[in-house]
């Protein structure tokens, strides 16, 4: 991975690289800007804190990359805190991004302990979040966790995502606006699960694909969305990929620094 990062930061650049419009500014409105303050940022702050605090164990039920199926062990809430919630300034630009394009739908794949998912429900809260957890007790914790925030607008579907993704998507009769692909850090799967979601996609619609260069799974399954034919705006932050069907944009793929 490190020889990945060393290859994005030759290959990345910046707004002076971008010729789209529509990108150029959300790039330079959105994505980098990293200093914005926002009511949301400190009480979200806070939740972290006492995450990354607790010593409260719970049993985890793991069916994602790097396991088997069935697989449970203990585990304290500030080591899943620590190694799976997404950093503070990725959940901040997903609050900024939903500012910004305004999305009604959205969805998510693993919702872990639910603090990326409440960066996105505090965002826009007259909107519907549908996130998918594999593990129950972890998904209890996001449950408390939604309830002491006040967000009320999130449902989680609890189980195996192979399973519950595809009846689910259902509900999306409007189409979906914004997808996070957090879940099973392999090929197959993330491919399956953007194939999946691709016919509820519209053409303003924004799909983020966690972890892209974390395997070279991950990276291969980057390639094959980049390259599908429904795809016409990418955008790779190295931690993250950001995927667009814009059918008036020319079809490009971007690397920039964040």
């Known amino acids: 991975m490190i020889t990945a990062y060393f290859k994005y930061l030759f290959r990345s650049g910046n707004e002076h690289s971008i010729h789209s419009p529509f990108l150029f500014d959300l790039y330079t409105k959105v994505i ?8 949301d940022y400190s009480a979200l702050k806070l939740l972290r804190k006492e995450l990354l605090a607790s010593n409260e164990e719970i049993e985890i039920l793991d069916l994602g990359a790097g396991s088997r199926i069935n697989k449970s062990n203990l585990r304290k809430i500030k080591t899943i805190a620590k190694n799976a919630e997404k950093p503070e300034k ?3 630009l997903f609050h900024r991004l939903i500012r910004h394009f305004q999305p009604e739908s959205l969805l998510e794949l693993g919702t872990s302990l639910g603090l990326t998912t409440l960066y996105m429900a505090k965002a826009k809260p007259d909107s519907q979040i549908i996130s998918f ?12 966790n939604f309830k002491k925030s006040g967000s009320k607008n999130i449902e989680i579907i609890l189980g195996n995502i192979d399973e519950t993704l595809p009846a689910n998507l259902k509900k999306f009769t409007d189409g979906l606006d914004y997808a996070y692909f957090d879940a099973n850090h392999r ?18 619609s924004v799909f983020i694909f966690d972890d892209i260069y974390w395997s070279e799974e991950m990276t291969q399954a980057w390639e094959y969305i980049k390259a599908h034919p429904q795809v016409t705006l990418t955008v790779d932050l190295f931690w993250i990929g950001l995927v667009f069907f814009r059918k008036e944009q020319v079809k490009e793929d971007f690397v920039l620094r964040f």
């Open 90 to 92: 990725f959940g901040k």
């Open 133 to 144: 957890e594999g593990c129950p007790e972890t998904a209890n914790i996001a449950l408390r």
């Open 32 to 39: 980098k800007d990293k200093n914005e303050k926002h009511p």
């Open 187 to 204: 090929y197959e799967p993330t491919v399956r699960y953007f194939e999946d979601c691709l016919p509820y996609a519209k053409n303003d």
